[in-house]
């Protein structure tokens, strides 16, 4: 796990159609830094989950260039190489679960992969701690909160030791106490393994705290940038079926109102730190 290289995802001109003529993905290109938390947000049918799932190899590559963990995803016979470099946590984790136990669930990846079956045990051990469901291993999935079962399916693709998670729209089926859950299991994951982060999402508050966000729109990115540049930019969001996090339209209000001015803060706690300063 880990690469020391400059990128750690290299898009080139990556273009896909599910049905000929109609691009669905039309020339991508962006590069990911090794431990980077980047946010890929865009309306429905952006294009935003066929990009990411040419990461593992679950799209295969049609057109364009594409490189994860050194790993080219033109050669075919690099799928499983792909797909251990690259985990995934899905929008429904009830569908990545492969058994109804959680320590055998989270268990699979690593054995699939080929380890032992001690190791694979421990390496599942591992990652439930890691996201704050030490002592789960016997317990039913079923008998769990959403919050809780998203928690499992992240822990399953952090057993493998990928060296990039993708979160395809991982917090829109959970409350907001679940939400919380996963994104500091997200973040301990990255701070404690320096697992480079790609989320998709819809939810602003969530893209705001990222390193860099990518702005998808009708297949291509219509922007990329620091977050304090881009999601200050309401015509460039409103294009894209988006609007501002809450600080920033806030933000707006006050300078309507006369009672603030200046740059606008993306986070809940930069519009506190602006209000009180």
Request: charged letters at 20%.
């Amino acid at each position: 796990m880990g690469r020391t290289g400059e990128k750690i995802v290299e898009a080139r001109r990556v273009s896909h159609a599910y049905v000929p003529g109609r691009p669905t993905l039309q020339e991508v290109s962006l590069d990911v830094a090794p431990g980077e938390l980047v946010a890929i947000v865009g309306e429905n049918g952006s294009g935003k989950t066929t990009l990411v799932r040419h990461l593992n190899a679950l799209v295969p590559l049609q057109a364009g260039e594409l490189v994860v963990a050194g790993i080219s995803a033109d050669d075919p016979t690099h799928v499983w190489e792909l797909r251990r470099a690259c985990g995934m946590v899905f929008q429904n984790p009830e569908n990545q679960f492969v058994s109804s136990v959680v320590g055998e669930d989270v268990a699979f990846g690593p054995a699939n992969f080929g380890a032992g079956e001690k190791d694979a045990r421990l390496a599942a051990a591992r990652a439930l701690a890691d996201v704050g469901l030490a002592g789960f291993e016997r317990r039913d999935v079923h008998t769990l909160s959403g919050g809780q079962q998203q928690r499992v399916a992240l822990a399953g693709a952090l057993a493998s030791g990928p060296d990039v998670l993708v979160l395809d729209e991982a917090t829109s089926m959970i409350d907001p106490q679940g939400r919380d859950e996963l994104v500091r299991a997200v973040l301990r994951a990255r701070s404690e393994r320096g697992t480079t982060i790609l989320w998709v999402t819809h939810d602003m508050e969530l893209a705001a705290r990222a390193d860099r966000v990518f702005v998808m729109r009708a297949g291509e990115v219509a922007a990329s940038g620091a977050p304090k540049d881009v999601l200050v930019d309401r015509a460039l969001l409103e294009g894209a079926g988006l609007e501002p996090p809450f600080a920033v339209r806030a933000w707006e209000g006050l300078v309507a109102r006369g009672v603030a001015s200046g740059p606008a803060p993306v986070t809940v706690e930069g519009l506190v730190s602006a209000l009180c300063g």
